[in-house]
């Protein structure tokens, strides 16, 4: 039995072919490792439990940033889907060492943090280029 497509549902299919495709995870390269970082659905949904909001809302406002040990415990949790065994106490130590390479609060954010958010789904395509944008700005002005 075919199939008839109407030209509403080819543009759709052409459409989707053609959206590029978001990257498969984020990295933190630190202490001469690369680590994977992204979110699944399961465990955005545990973060929400334990948080008791919208990852979304852990994002800060235009003027501040997200507490550390948010930022931490959000990034651990990116890293075990990749990176079995691993634990909070292992992050918090990975992220002295991100700082004793030079790394900082803002750095982490801007460059381990926000793509978190980027390939785990959160924005759309246009925001993430929006994003991007403003981020290498940032880098520019601040680091």
Known sequence: MSTIMSSSDEAKEIAQETQPKRKAFATWEVGGETY?????TAVICQLE???KT???N???SDDSIPPL???L???HAAMKNYHH????EDVKAMYDTYLSEGGSLVSFFINVFMPIYQVSGFFSQGVESEMESRMEQ???EIL
């Not at 994977?36 to 699944?40: D, M, P, Q």
């Not at 065994?85 to 909070?88: A, D, E, F, Q, T």
Request: glycine share 8%.
């Open 36 to 40: 994977r970082l992204k979110l699944t």
């Open 49 to 51: 439990e334990k948080f």
């Open 54 to 56: 919208n990852l979304m």
């Open 58 to 60: 852990l994002l800060g």
């Open 69 to 71: 040990s948010n930022m």
């Open 73 to 75: 415990y959000i990034t």
């Open 85 to 88: 065994g691993i634990k909070l």
């Open 138 to 140: 940032a880098k520019e």
